[in-house]
């Protein structure tokens, strides 16, 4: 029953990985590795994200693979998400929308041995996707000079996370990833007059290892509040990726072409939170996470012409979020009274440089609701983000998400009558 379970959840896992990249039209997405995508599932989504202190049986929580530990044994829990957004950019009086669909993740986890809980995966990490082309009038002889920039790609990953509980309040967890995909960018300049047109083509692919650990302390504080801290760290390390960048002369298809030898990535990263659990009806967590981002160099073209690896380009993430989640009556018959009612807050700021000047900060909100339905609970969850900065592009994404999470009881015994 046990490997045929496995099978089929990695059967499901691979299946999606094609889809599984979130969709961005963000112009911010051309910097480091790209648009860093939500990590949380259906139930955070609601409460902005929040989870490295959220520790129950009836959900899948990656953001802390401590908390698989909490799966409840009869069950197996499956959780798949999509989401749909609308983006808005402004600069100055110029405002154009876009809209993007994608598939978000799908995980699922049960209990393989006892306070021994796994999960298995596949989610998001980063995403590219940005098409857009500036003009400028140099001169009646010159003409003007048109800039076109382009990128596609992202990054993804399949994991198999574990966790146990150690003691009856420490759990400690793993998620073991495979991370990969390929990123492709394009700088392409053309005249109106005689000056030749170039292009800048960047292209790497990443083909390597993600390593997360997590561990969780969960104390009852009286009969009706229990207390619950999470933390995890994320291992930096080289992609082993070898980027490339072709400086083509359109005109006669001259091409010069650098690579750089491991020249990506992953930054250290460190979270903290905290929740507060009063009689299983009001849920409130705060969670805080670094991403050392700055500590790492990065390639790019140099003022003398070569592509090679500098410091400076990328910056530390820091982000702090909030969230709340509210049953009226979690054992009610009214279904009304069941429902959970969710809000969050966040504030993060952006992990690189744009000539010099940091990015965007990005503001965000979310609200959202689930409903159960039998054994299961589909989660529908609306957030907000405004991400500005002075004499930059300034993005507001309205963005729904949907999750279904099926709890499926597997390994209960049947009983005849």
């Not at 760290?233 to 992609?239: A, E, W």
Request: aromatic share 12%; glycine share 12%.
């Amino acid at each position: 029953m046990n490997k045929k379970l496995l099978c089929g959840i990695l059967a499901l896992s691979f299946s999606t990985a094609v889809l599984a990249q979130s969709g961005t039209n963000s112009p911010y997405s051309q910097y480091g590795l790209g648009a860093l995508s939500e990590q949380s599932q259906g139930f955070s989504r609601g409460m902005n994200g929040v989870g490295l202190a959220l520790r129950r049986g009836d959900i899948v929580n990656t953001l802390n693979p401590a908390s698989y530990s909490a799966v409840d044994s009869l069950t197996m829990i499956f959780d798949v998400g999509v989401s749909g957004q609308l983006t808005n950019f402004k600069e100055g009086k110029g405002r154009v929308n876009a809209r993007n669909a994608a598939f978000e993740y799908a995980v699922g986890s049960f209990r393989l041995l006892p306070n021994v809980g796994m999960t298995v995966g596949i989610l998001p990490f980063t995403s590219v996707g940005y098409n857009y082309s500036k003009t400028t009038f140099l001169d009646h002889t010159n003409g003007s000079l048109t800039e076109t920039y382009a990128g596609e790609g992202g990054l993804r990953q399949v994991f198999l996370g574990a966790g146990w509980r150690v003691l009856k309040p420490l759990s400690v967890g793993v998620n073991v990833g495979y991370l990969w995909g390929d990123i492709d960018r394009s700088v392409t300049t053309s005249s109106t007059t005689y000056i030749n047109s170039l292009a800048r083509q960047y292209a790497f692919s990443v083909s390597s290892y993600k390593l997360d650990f997590g561990v969780q302390w969960q104390q009852k504080v009286d009969r009706h509040n229990v207390l619950t801290l999470g933390a995890t760290v994320g291992i930096g390390h080289k992609l082993g990726s070898d980027p490339v960048c072709q400086i083509v002369n359109v005109s006669n298809a001259d091409t010069t072409k650098f690579q750089i030898s491991n020249g990506l990535s992953l930054p250290m990263t460190y979270a903290v939170g905290a929740s507060w659990n009063h009689r299983d009806k009001l849920l409130v967590e705060a969670d805080f996470s670094l991403q050392q981002w700055g500590k790492l160099d990065f390639p790019d073209i140099s003022s003398a012409g070569g592509y090679v690896m500098q410091s400076g380009l990328l910056k530390d993430l820091y982000q702090v979020k909030a969230g709340v989640d509210y049953v009226p009556l979690p054992m009610g018959r009214n279904l009304l009274t069941r429902v959970h009612y969710r809000f969050g807050l966040g504030y993060a700021t952006p992990y690189y440089n744009i000539n010099g000047i940091s990015g965007p900060k990005e503001f965000s909100m979310s609200a959202g609701f689930g409903i159960p339905i039998s054994r299961s609970m589909l989660n529908v969850g609306a957030q907000w983000v405004h991400a500005s900065a002075k004499d930059m592009i300034t993005e507001n994404t309205f963005r729904i998400n949907l999750g279904l999470t099926f709890n499926e009881g597997w390994f209960a015994k049947w009983k005849i009558e």
